[in-house]
């Protein structure tokens, strides 16, 4: 215990994207409710990610974070934070919007949708430097033969710069198509997210269950149609009424017009504290066997499988 009456907690972060701040991240503003945070070349408790394998260089309990379309690794790790639905108690399921947006930003404030749908300049907004998507390219060339779609990103820009701020970009347009990379269950990145605080309508693909935490009043979802000439249809019959139109644009953005409860900050703070103060041998002190290996081997395998489209 330490002058702040907390405990002190050496932690440390490998293996994330560039310039994070290893004391001002999700995270760590979680757990420094609790801890006095000390970051440490030798640390107790270690955060990593998937962006490369300096992870295997620490002897202490492990826990990974992935926002991409990656499952959880228990051969290497202790426990683990995705967006998979996966049921073992040492996950806990946290997609990747958490990190952009506070849960409270998701409680769908009162506007005038009328007068929101009446600034619009256009169809539809496309906002993409990934030109890797093959569903999503191969959609947004369909669509556009209806209506010429709004780029302003790197991929396939056409309206002659890089767009400063996407959210008030994509709200200028009646649509915005929000596809994923990929589409695996539970994997849900800011994409239908930042479409929503757009006051738009999201043409959404990815995720084929994310009507579990969003409501389907209130996007397209590619997920719900036989064919995409029917999603094409559909999208078409919502944009040729006006009423039609203005129902997904004031319904709420998730069920109960909140997220759920196990996406609260306290929720997952609490599981962090929890794994962090459970008493284990960490996997990286423990005796590595023949079949270890190979299972070891095979979750790699799946891991790598499971990335492409659903």
């Known amino acids: 215990m330490n002058a702040s009456g907390k405990p002190t907690l050496k932690i440390n972060f490998v293996d994330f994207w560039k310039n994070l701040d290893k004391l001002d991240n999700y995270f760590s503003r979680l757990l420094c409710e609790r801890y006095e945070l000390v970051i440490s070349d030798n640390p107790e408790v270690l955060f990593y990610s998937m962006f490369g394998k300096k992870h295997l260089n620490y002897k202490c309990k492990r826990i990974f974070y992935s926002g991409e379309n990656a499952g959880a690794d228990f051969s290497e790790c202790d426990f683990a934070l ?6 073992d108690p040492r996950h806990y ?61 790197k991929y396939r820009n056409n309206i002659g710069y890089r767009v400063p701020d996407k959210l008030a970009f994509i ?10 990379n990929k589409s695996y269950p539970g994997y849900t ?14 043409i959404y693909w990815g995720n084929p269950i994310v ?27 919502v944009e040729s009424n006006k009423e039609l139109y203005l129902s997904y ?9 909140s997220l759920a409860e196990q996406y609260q900050p306290d929720s997952v703070r609490e599981w962090l504290c929890q794994a962090i103060a459970t008493s284990i041998t960490p996997i990286a002190c423990k005796p ?13 395998f799946k891991n790598k499988t499971r990335r492409g489209n659903w």
Not at 249 to 257: G, I, R, S
Request: glycine share 4%; with cysteine.
């Open 211 to 237: 009507q579990k935490e969003f409501n389907p009043d209130a996007f397209l979802c590619y997920h719900d149609y036989p064919s995409e000439k029917a999603f094409i249809n559909r999208i078409i019959e």
């Open 82 to 87: 995705t967006s998979d639905y996966n049921a």
């Open 249 to 257: 644009l004031k319904a709420p953005w998730c069920l109960n017009n």
């Open 93 to 153: 399921r946290l997609p990747l919007y958490l990190l952009y947006f506070s849960p409270e930003r998701f409680v769908k404030p009162e506007f005038d949708a009328e007068a929101e749908l009446d600034a619009k300049k256009g169809f539809c907004s496309f906002v993409v430097s990934n030109s890797g998507g093959k569903v999503r390219n191969r959609f947004y060339e369909k669509l556009s033969r209806y209506k010429a779609i709004a780029s302003g990103g």
């Open 189 to 202: 990145t800011e994409k239908l997210v930042e479409a929503l605080f757009a006051n738009t309508v999201p």
């Open 288 to 300: 590595r066997s023949i079949m270890h290996i190979i299972e070891h081997q095979h979750i790699r």
């Open 171 to 180: 709200r200028d347009y009646r649509f915005c198509l929000s596809f994923e």
